[in-house]
């Protein structure tokens, strides 16, 4: 009795008495889903245009973030060794391009999983390689005061981090749409083999594709790592991304940003109002079976494309 | 020439159907088991047996059972993990509060146990397939590991939280604890690897086994072929899981010799994946190829340095081993997709053949 009590009765009578508490239990949920969003909406790009569902995105956020941060270290200006982090990573996308994929072509999906993780692997171990393994701080001078909106106080960060997470998908969707390239990619992610027909090069449409998702992995890093520090858990992220696809759908680039929103506000609501029941640190499995109790009633995710299957 | 099938004729129904139907290939695998059984418990020293043979036979059960349900039945997972850490921490509540029943019942309960789980966690896959289903099965990883850690019964209320296992007999041998022999052990393994491995091979052919693969092919059209996809996803989930909760629970007793969750943990979901898919899809030869491959590489790598004389510090060879292990993966999922089992395939086609190009 007591145990359900803790359910269903005590957190919505602390969420009652103390509006503000709750209101800030939100926005700190919304703002770790949005780099949710931005490790998720890499794998939405890549998995649109190729099919490939791409293990490696959590260990590209962190490749790219200790190149950066690495690059700094060094000496370099800002500028400069966001340019050439850049530079690395685009030159990554065409090593893999000319590598990996183009050597599984027409390979069953699995597979080209597999091979995903191995690049997680190698880039993991790379990173470390060159970089060392500690944790290193990332500090590019982002704002990291705080306001107070009423009662309820937000960082000013995390505030700069969501309009870094829209601006970057209000780029991409007018990238996808208005340019040249764009429309090549929606034609692939379309239907390969017509777009092969009508002339489009899949080996340069997939370079790209994978350029752009170096590039959201980058912007993802900076962000992640300028709040907690760039160290090796970033790679972990990628696993919280899997959630967030499911429920936004595996196609949808605003579907990956709301999911990730969704995913985020309710396991820090939940951790904080119900995980005290049942002994905390439910957040590490909330977002899996959330996933899991949506499947069962949308399985397309809340946007993506419904899935209809010829016999 | 010196694999051939000609010649070698069947004259009842039973020897038509045996699991092992060509001559050269039975007594192949009956010298193995012989040569496992006998030769390399008196030949192997503690670090073979221990460190490498154990290991490998268990991750091979584990990785059977994964191939059960990903390589026969088509059904992606990734919570192999979990499924092993309901096994183990089973297999020690029986063994610890019912230790009368003796460790090969604790170990099977374990495995019953985790077939429970399975078909728990197997019912989103009546609904949805692939890549979605590689979600909700990583919520059973997430979601039972977190049970395992957190509720106290599952340990019984040790404090540490990693409890050892009670030292137990089988047939008046110890083959788990500390003083346990290594050899005890390794024959304890052995055992329910041979077993369970001819049990997959029966398995695969049997009904059951067809419908799983008719499910893995086209789930639709299996359907209409009046293959019940209920029961044959739910039986795949089941069996594989139960295959997994025994590994779990033999890699608790007789190689770490403790319960901890951080044998299970995600990473081991992933190594057993590698496995399947570097020994091949959906073969039995195939579990056990890979299973060695996967353990002995990050072995060889480690060691590798030291044999031709180049003098790194272990920081640089542990990030170096990491690297390899991954452009082995990726080359060896582009030089032969379906895997070692495949290459063995080929070589006895080559045997077949062989001193004539064809």
Same mark, same amino acid.
């Given at each position: 009795?007591?145990?359900?009590?803790?359910?269903?009765?005590?957190?919505?009578?602390?969420?009652?008495?103390?509006?503000?508490?709750?209101?800030?239990?939100?926005?700190?949920?919304?703002?770790?889903?949005?780099?949710?969003?931005?490790?998720?909406?890499?794998?939405?790009?890549?998995?649109?245009?190729?099919?490939?569902?791409?293990?490696?995105?959590?260990?590209?956020?962190?490749?790219?973030?200790?190149?950066?941060?690495?690059?700094?270290?060094?000496?370099?200006?800002?500028?400069?060794?966001?340019?050439?982090?850049?530079?690395?990573?685009?030159?990554?996308?065409?090593?893999?391009?000319?590598?990996?994929?183009?050597?599984?072509?027409?390979?069953?999906?699995?597979?080209?999983?597999?091979?995903?993780?191995?690049?997680?692997?190698?880039?993991?171990?790379?990173?470390?390689?060159?970089?060392?393994?500690?944790?290193?701080?990332?500090?590019?001078?982002?704002?990291?005061?705080?306001?107070?909106?009423?009662?309820?106080?937000?960082?000013?960060?995390?505030?700069?981090?969501?309009?870094?997470?829209?601006?970057?998908?209000?780029?991409?969707?007018?990238?996808?749409?208005?340019?040249?390239?764009?429309?090549?990619?929606?034609?692939?992610?379309?239907?390969?083999?017509?777009?092969?027909?009508?002339?489009?090069?899949?080996?340069?449409?997939?370079?790209?594709?994978?350029?752009?998702?170096?590039?959201?992995?980058?912007?993802?890093?900076?962000?992640?790592?300028?709040?907690?520090?760039?160290?090796?858990?970033?790679?972990?992220?990628?696993?919280?991304?899997?959630?967030?696809?499911?429920?936004?759908?595996?196609?949808?680039?605003?579907?990956?940003?709301?999911?990730?929103?969704?995913?985020?506000?309710?396991?820090?609501?939940?951790?904080?109002?119900?995980?005290?029941?049942?002994?905390?640190?439910?957040?590490?499995?909330?977002?899996?079976?959330?996933?899991?109790?949506?499947?069962?009633?949308?399985?397309?995710?809340?946007?993506?494309?419904?899935?209809?299957?010829?016999? | 020439?010196?694999?051939?099938?000609?010649?070698?004729?069947?004259?009842?129904?039973?020897?038509?159907?045996?699991?092992?139907?060509?001559?050269?290939?039975?007594?192949?695998?009956?010298?193995?088991?012989?040569?496992?059984?006998?030769?390399?418990?008196?030949?192997?020293?503690?670090?073979?047996?221990?460190?490498?043979?154990?290991?490998?036979?268990?991750?091979?059960?584990?990785?059977?059972?994964?191939?059960?349900?990903?390589?026969?039945?088509?059904?992606?997972?990734?919570?192999?993990?979990?499924?092993?850490?309901?096994?183990?921490?089973?297999?020690?509540?029986?063994?610890?509060?019912?230790?009368?029943?003796?460790?090969?019942?604790?170990?099977?309960?374990?495995?019953?146990?985790?077939?429970?789980?399975?078909?728990?966690?197997?019912?989103?896959?009546?609904?949805?397939?692939?890549?979605?289903?590689?979600?909700?099965?990583?919520?059973?990883?997430?979601?039972?590991?977190?049970?395992?850690?957190?509720?106290?019964?599952?340990?019984?209320? /040790?404090?540490?939280?990693?409890?050892?296992?009670?030292?137990?007999?089988?047939?008046?041998?110890?083959?788990?604890?500390?003083?346990?022999?290594?050899?005890?052990?390794?024959?304890?393994?052995?055992?329910?690897?041979?077993?369970?491995?001819?049990?997959?091979?029966?398995?695969?052919?049997?009904?059951?086994?067809?419908?799983?693969?008719?499910?893995?092919?086209?789930?639709?059209?299996?359907?209409?072929?009046?293959?019940?996809?209920?029961?044959?996803?739910?039986?795949?989930?089941?069996?594989?899981?139960?295959?997994?909760?025994?590994?779990?629970?033999?890699?608790?007793?007789?190689?770490?010799?403790?319960?901890?969750?951080?044998?299970?943990?995600?990473?081991?979901?992933?190594?057993?994946?590698?496995?399947?898919?570097?020994?091949?899809?959906?073969?039995?030869?195939? /579990?056990?190829?890979?299973?060695?491959?996967?353990?002995?590489?990050?072995?060889?790598?480690?060691?590798?340095?030291?044999?031709?004389?180049?003098?790194?510090? /272990?920081?640089?060879?542990?990030?170096?081993?990491?690297?390899?292990?991954?452009?082995?993966?990726?080359?060896?999922?582009?030089?032969?997709?379906?895997?070692?089992?495949?290459?063995?395939?080929?070589?006895?086609?080559?045997?077949?053949?062989?001193?004539?190009?064809?």
């Amino acid at each position: 009795m007591e145990f359900l009590y803790s359910i269903f009765v005590t957190p919505f009578v602390e969420m009652w008495t103390a509006p503000e508490f709750l209101a800030e239990v939100v926005l700190g949920g919304l703002m770790s889903g949005i780099m949710y969003s931005l490790v998720a909406l890499g794998f939405v790009l890549i998995f649109k245009a190729s099919g490939v569902f791409n293990f490696a995105q959590g260990v590209m956020v962190l490749f790219a973030a200790l190149n950066f941060v690495g690059l700094i270290d060094a000496g370099l200006p800002i500028v400069v060794a966001l340019i050439a982090t850049i530079l690395i990573m685009v030159a990554l996308a065409f090593a893999i391009e000319r590598v990996v994929l183009r050597n599984l072509v027409n390979q069953e999906h699995i597979i080209l999983f597999m091979a995903t993780i191995g690049i997680a692997y190698f880039l993991e171990g790379l990173g470390e390689m060159i970089w060392g393994g500690d944790v290193r701080p990332l500090n590019i001078g982002l704002p990291d005061d705080v306001w107070f909106v009423g009662d309820i106080l937000i960082q000013q960060s995390e505030v700069f981090a969501a309009a870094v997470a829209g601006s970057l998908v209000i780029a991409l969707s007018l990238f996808f749409q208005y340019t040249r390239t764009g429309r090549a990619l929606r034609a692939v992610a379309d239907d390969h083999q017509a777009a092969l027909s009508v002339g489009i090069p899949l080996n340069h449409i997939w370079i790209v594709v994978w350029a752009v998702a170096g590039l959201v992995a980058l912007v993802a890093g900076i962000m992640w790592g300028s709040k907690f520090w760039v160290q090796f858990s970033l790679s972990t992220i990628a696993l919280k991304a899997l959630p967030v696809l499911i429920l936004g759908g595996f196609t949808s680039i605003p579907g990956a940003i709301i999911g990730g929103l969704i995913i985020g506000a309710g396991e820090k609501v939940a951790e904080v109002f119900w995980g005290a029941a049942y002994g905390g640190a439910i957040e590490e499995w909330f977002a899996y079976v959330l996933a899991l109790i949506f499947l069962f009633f949308r399985p397309q995710g809340l946007f993506g494309e419904k899935i209809i299957e010829r016999v | 020439m010196f694999y051939r099938e000609a010649g070698d004729f069947k004259t009842s129904y039973a020897a038509d159907q045996s699991i092992l139907s060509i001559k050269l290939d039975r007594y192949f695998v009956i010298g193995l088991i012989a040569f496992g059984v006998i030769v390399v418990p008196m030949i192997g020293n503690d670090y073979w047996l221990g460190s490498l043979l154990i290991p490998v036979l268990v991750l091979s059960i584990a990785a059977l059972g994964l191939n059960i349900l990903t390589g026969y039945a088509g059904q992606l997972s990734l919570g192999t993990g979990a499924f092993m850490a309901t096994g183990a921490y089973m297999a020690y509540k029986v063994a610890t509060n019912l230790a009368f029943l003796g460790a090969p019942v604790a170990i099977i309960i374990g495995g019953l146990s985790a077939a429970f789980a399975g078909v728990l966690f197997g019912l989103p896959s009546l609904r949805i397939k692939g890549f979605y289903l590689a979600v909700t099965t990583l919520a059973a990883q997430f979601f039972l590991l977190w049970l395992f850690t957190h509720v106290d019964w599952f340990v019984n209320y /040790s404090i540490s939280g990693v409890p050892s296992i009670p030292p137990m007999e089988f047939f008046g041998v110890l083959i788990s604890g500390a003083e346990a022999t290594t050899e005890a052990r390794y024959l304890f393994v052995l055992g329910f690897a041979i077993i369970l491995g001819l049990a997959a091979r029966n398995l695969a052919r049997c009904k059951m086994g067809r419908g799983w693969m008719a499910i893995r092919d086209m789930d639709i059209a299996a359907e209409i072929i009046g293959i019940d996809p209920l029961k044959a996803k739910l039986s795949a989930f089941a069996i594989s899981s139960f295959y997994c909760g025994v590994a779990g629970a033999l890699w608790a007793f007789c190689f770490i010799n403790t319960v901890e969750p951080g044998a299970y943990d995600i990473n081991r979901s992933f190594q057993i994946l590698f496995m399947v898919i570097i020994g091949g899809l959906g073969s039995i030869l195939g /579990s056990f190829l890979g299973a060695a491959f996967i353990v002995l590489l990050p072995i060889f790598l480690n060691n590798a340095p030291q044999w031709i004389g180049l003098n790194l510090t /272990s920081d640089v060879i542990s990030h170096m081993e990491i690297m390899i292990f991954g452009a082995l993966i990726v080359f060896f999922l582009i030089v032969e997709p379906h895997g070692l089992a495949r290459l063995w395939q080929i070589a006895k086609e080559k045997l077949r053949r062989w001193p004539f190009p064809y």
